[in-house]
């Protein structure tokens, strides 16, 4: 029996489906049958970030209306074995598909994945009921903004309300040289305002606007810091104990080296 | 049309209902009668010490003694007084307190007649409304409006005080952008129509 985890936020745009994207393939690198489900009906993206958007024929309305099999609207991505998407409908809303049926959909593909992904819309409303209505477990992504973190506090407020109590933070996009300067909110800010644990933080970084274009989760690629921390992300997930990354920027050849000859 | 309103004050020498309507006698009765039927029999062997809000002549006093005692079992003072105001009928003491045992999230709201304790934070976005005072044993980051609608004994303590907008009775203010955060547990409370903030240890 597998696991249903929802990526949620309430505010748009701070990287939920980036987040399922990357979290889902870290978790299938590491042996485990995963599928990635687009809750996000008439706004689909999931789909596109996966770069497996010329292979959908099938969506989960479909499922859900009985038009097709659950098999036949699961996309396989063949870059990683394990790896499945159920794509959003684009022509439909959200009202396409209730909160029952949903919840319904997910006992069905938990019975065959160890991890089922559901890609939240930003909002509070239709959409949002219907992602968070089969999920055991909730992460929370929010980015070091005010704005984010209201929306993350009053997310996690309807989640309790919804009895999807201890959810889990990921603070995207955080840039240390901000913080440093004080001119970004820190991860311990957020914390005391939210009070919830953390799983992850990622850095803001190209790499990913590049294999979101690409259609390439970023976890794939070795030399991408974010990439690394979805991956430990998904390592926590699956019970590790992964410390924190160091998330320095690089400061060149030059600098480096003052340090090291300033230790000696 | 004028509202009508009729609340109990209990105080050492009895119960107060204190009135707010159209002063002819049937208008009171009907308010008062209306307030007991839906306490069922809370009142029941209460003693009716005092009317604020309305005279009644000896006649009108005698109806309502013979009312309140056939109909509910309540004893009511002769004379009734009703021209010195009781000893503070507003003071927070004699308020019921509701404890809200989490920490209050964006969109959530608490309201409630007596006093409110939150025993957790109240966040940004999120709303306590209270007719006595508020105590939050956490940080108060969003909106708390005490002493609903205009009771200047009310105060609002947090171990945090930063919220955004705070009203006490009908006065508000916007927490100034400037007030440096201070590590002891601060309490906002009304003193000659204007709001002070200071810490809990030095009041008074």
Known sequence: ??????????????????????????????????????????????????????????????????????????????????????????????????????????????????????????????????????????????????????????????????????????????????????????????????????????????????????????????????????????????????PFLDLEVDEGFLVKLLKLISKR | MQEVSLEFKGLKQGLYAVYKGPTNFEDFLGALEAKLESAGSFFEGAYLAGVYGIELDDIEEDILAETLQNRYGIKIKRPLSSKESPSRPETNGDRVTKFVYSTLRSGQRVSYEGNVVVLGDVNAGAEVEAGGSIVVMGALRGSARAGVPDNHDASVSAILLQPIQLRIGEIAVRWPDEKTYSSEPEMAYIEQGRMYVRPIYDRK
């Open chain 1, 1 to 242: 029996m597998g696991e249903v985890i929802v990526i949620t936020s309430g505010k748009g745009g701070v990287g939920k489906t980036t987040a399922t994207a990357n979290i889902g393939t870290a978790l299938a690198v590491n042996g485990k049958k995963v599928v990635l489900v687009d809750a996000d009906i008439g706004l689909r993206n999931l789909d596109v970030v996966m770069g497996l958007e010329n292979r959908i024929v099938y969506d989960v309305v479909d499922v859900v209306e009985g038009v097709c099999r659950l098999r036949q609207a699961l996309i396989k991505d063949k870059r990683y074995p394990d790896l499945f998407l159920l794509p959003a409908a684009q022509t439909k809303d959200k009202n396409a598909v209730s909160p029952a049926q949903m919840q319904e959909l997910c006992e069905r593909l938990k019975q065959e994945f160890d991890f089922v992904l559901i890609d939240c819309p930003a909002g509070i409303e239709q959409g949002f009921k219907n992602a968070i209505a089969g999920a055991d477990r909730a992460i929370v992504v929010t980015t070091p903004e005010i704005s984010a973190v209201r929306d993350a506090d009053r997310i996690i407020g309807l989640l309790e309300a919804s009895e999807l109590g201890s959810p889990k933070l990921v603070v995207n996009r955080v840039r240390i040289d901000m913080v440093k300067k004080g001119d970004m909110m820190n991860t311990e800010d957020m914390i005391d305002i939210l009070a919830i644990d953390l799983l992850g933080v990622v850095p803001d970084d190209e790499s990913i606007v590049v294999s979101t274009n690409r259609g390439e989760p970023a976890v794939g690629d070795n030399r991408s810091l974010a990439g690394k921390a979805f991956n430990n992300i998904a390592l926590r997930i699956l019970g590790h104990e992964v």
